[in-house]
């Protein structure tokens, strides 16, 4: 089974600082990886995704994440947060052979200071 | 294309009562997926349907059940509601069992009284 790991459950940063969101993960078998984000009163949005190839991956908003399997890390970083970066910030993961369910992290609450 | 719909958005229920959610897919979508979302517990996930059968299902007791129609339309039951059933619950439509992008819709806030 599968399983994720975010390790802050809320991280403060300063208005065009950079920001990295933690995310682990745990797998006995290879596995896809995403990240969502839930603006306030709304549904998960799809930032980005892994699912093989390059583990630098692109998203929407100027986000991107890197898949490190060594470190079974799946870190999410923006270079440069803007004031509507609020929001809380979901790390999943599922077994890759997309039948799997998909398992999410508890949620990083993403607070910008101005 | 219209996105994922689900209503009520908001519903008030006592203890004991039963409570039906809807889930429209987007248009196109066959597989709906449900998750309870609360502040300690997070994002769990509660079921999955596609072409009318449940695939996938999660660590809840029998009191959450589910359901998909021949449209994709999915609906969940809570029966005997109990306080810690207060959650928004999401509703996720993608293509098929086999892709892996889903949508969700903006919830369902339920509180139990």
């Known amino acids: 089974a599968q399983s994720v790991t975010q390790l802050d459950s809320q991280v403060p940063v300063f208005e065009e600082a950079p920001v990295e969101l933690r995310c682990n993960y745990s797998s006995s078998v290879s596995v896809y990886l995403f990240w969502y984000v839930q603006y306030p009163n709304q549904g998960l949005q799809l930032l980005l995704k892994y699912l093989s190839g390059s583990t630098l991956v692109k998203g929407i908003n100027g986000f991107e994440a890197e898949f490190n399997k060594s470190q079974t890390s799946f870190h999410l970083r923006k270079p440069s947060v803007h004031i509507s970066d609020t929001a809380e910030y979901f790390c999943a993961v599922s077994a890759g052979n997309r039948d799997d369910k998909i398992i999410f992290g508890k949620g990083t609450r993403l607070h910008i200071l101005p | 294309k219209a996105g994922v719909t689900q209503t009520p958005r908001y519903l008030i229920k006592t203890r004991g009562q039963q409570v039906t959610l809807s889930c429209s897919p987007i248009s196109g979508h066959r597989s709906v997926s449900w998750y309870q979302q609360t502040p300690g517990q997070g994002l769990q996930f509660l079921f999955e349907?596609?072409?009318?059968?449940?695939?996938n299902k999660g660590n809840f007791p029998g009191r959450f059940s589910g359901r998909q129609f021949s449209n994709s339309r999915s609906e969940m039951n809570v029966s005997t509601l109990e306080l810690g059933d207060s959650a928004l619950y999401l509703c996720a439509s993608k293509l098929g069992p086999s892709t892996d992008t889903q949508y969700f819709g903006p919830g369902t806030r339920l509180t139990v009284l």
């Open positions: 349907y596609f072409s009318e059968t449940q695939r």
